[in-house]
């Protein structure tokens, strides 16, 4: 599994009906709401691959937290 973050790159309006989209498609993927635009995504190498492409979403890995 990865984890990636998702931030909509599109009118902060729009973030919601964008997201929405994305859960119909990839319904696999678990999706946790970060802010009012991100989102923390945990899915399969090949379902990360194709959110991380995207259109008005860009993606970056999501660093492993430090355990102190």
């Not at 990839?26 to 945990?42: I, P």
């Amino acid at each position: 599994m990865t984890t990636l973050t998702l931030t909509f790159n599109g009118p902060s309006n729009q973030a919601r009906k964008a997201l929405g989209g994305l859960l119909q498609r990839y319904r696999s993927a678990y999706f946790v709401e970060r802010s009012s635009n991100e989102y923390a995504v945990t899915a399969d190498e090949v379902t990360a691959a194709e959110l991380a492409r995207q259109p008005l979403w860009s993606a970056r890995p999501m660093q492993a937290q430090s355990r102190r």
